[in-house]
C-alpha cells in the first residue's frame, strides 16, 4: 500500500500577529478551552488510527497556530502519535520561540518528534515589532540553540519585504540563524492579507505595501548567502543542508496522500482513504460548490455510512478527493466530545486534474518534472499536445529549461513560479 502522511493541526497561539490570516485565534495559556481541544484531538485520532493501517504512516507534521503553546498537551499527543504509527520516519513539531522551554524540548524529543520548525521571521527587533510577533531575537537565537543541543533537526522561518528591511538586515537574520545551528531555512515573501491589522493599514494608506522587488532580490540573496554554507534550494522557498529537506513537504508537492485532523484541517486521499477519515468524526459533507448534501441541521448517525458512497457514487468519475473540516474550533472539540456532525467540505477531481495538480505542484521543486511524471501525466488524461505546446511555450518564454530527462524551473520560473503553476494547472 502507498504511504500517506499525518497533519495536525493546533490553532491556538498567545496573540495573533499583525498580518496573519491563518486558522488560528490568540487563547489562555492553559485554558479548558486547549485542554478540550487537545482532548478531542486524541479522540479524532484514536478513532482513525482503528480504521487505517497506521504503519503506512511516513511522516507526521504538527502545525498551526503554535503547538508549542499548548505545552505539555502536546507532547502527550506526540507521544501517542509516535506509539501507534511505527512507521514514522520524520516527526515534526511547529514551535514559536517563546513556547519552546526547556521542559517541551526535552518531552518533545522524548516523544519521538524529530524535528522543530521555528517561526523565526526575523532577527531584527523593529522588522519583529512590526509584523506584531511575540519574540525577540534573543529569545529566538536561544530557542534555536536549544532546539539544536535537545537533538532536533531544526528548521527556521524567515520573512522578506518587511517595513525598514535592508539587505544588511535580511543577511544578518541569515547569518544569524546559519550560525545558531539552522538545518533546514524558509524564506517567505510577506504578504498583506485583507482582514489583518496589517492589511487594513495598508487599505488606508497608513502602511505600503511590500516591494516586490526587494523581495525577489532578498530570495536572490539567500540562495547565494546560504550556497557556501551548504544549503541548497530544493523548493520555491525552502533551504536545506544535504539530506536535511522535509519529507513531509517533499510528500506535499509529490502527490503522497494525507490526512488533516482538527478545526479547518485539510486532507488529500482516494475514495477509501476518504471513507476512512469520515469515520474520525461524524460528519455531513458540503461539496466544493457549498451544495449541502446533508446539513448538520437533518444530520442523522445512521445516514453517515452510506453518505460517503452516495457522494462518491455521485463522482464516480473522481479519483482523488481534498476535505477540510469545518473551520471552528468549539464545534470541533464539541462534535468530536459528543459525537456529533461536523460539516466536510470535499472536493472531488478527476484523473486529468489530479494529474494537472501534480505537475504544479512537482514544478514547486528545484528539480521540476521528470519524463516519467510527464508520461504518467498524460496516462492520467493530460493531452499529449497541449502538454508539449505548454511546455514549449514556457521554455520560449524563459520559465522552464529541458533536459535530456526532465523539465526544471529556470531563475524567472522560481521567481514568477505563479506563471508557469497556473500554465499547468490550465491543462485540467
Ligand atoms: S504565531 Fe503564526 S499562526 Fe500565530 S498569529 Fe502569529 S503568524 Fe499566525
Redesign the pocket.
Known sequence: MAGSMLYIHIPF?????N????F?S?EKRGSARIAAYMGALGIQLKRLFNHIDTSTIQSCYIG???PSFTGSHLTELAQFITDECKGVEEFTCEA?PESFTFDLAEGLRKAGVTRISL?V?SLSEKELAY????HNSSIALSAINLAKESGFRVSCDLMCGLKGQTAESWQASLQGIVDAGATHISCYPLTIEPNTPLGKLVASGLEDEPDEDFQADCMLMAQKFLKPYGFERYEVASYALTGQQCRHNLGYWSGISYYGLGAGASSMGTHEELKAFMSTVPCAIRNETEQALCPVSDYKKEYQETQAEEFLEQYNQAVRFRWRIQPDTAKFYESVQNSEPLELIVEAMSAKAAAAEDLMLGMRRVQGLSAAELEQAIKRGIDQTLLNKTIDDLEQDGYLMRTETKIIPTKKGWLEGNHVFGALWDLA
Open positions: 497561539c498567545v496573540k495573533r500577529c498580518y496573519c490570516d491563518f488560528t490568540a498551526g497556530g503554535t514559536n517561526g521571521q509584523l506584531g510577533r511575540a
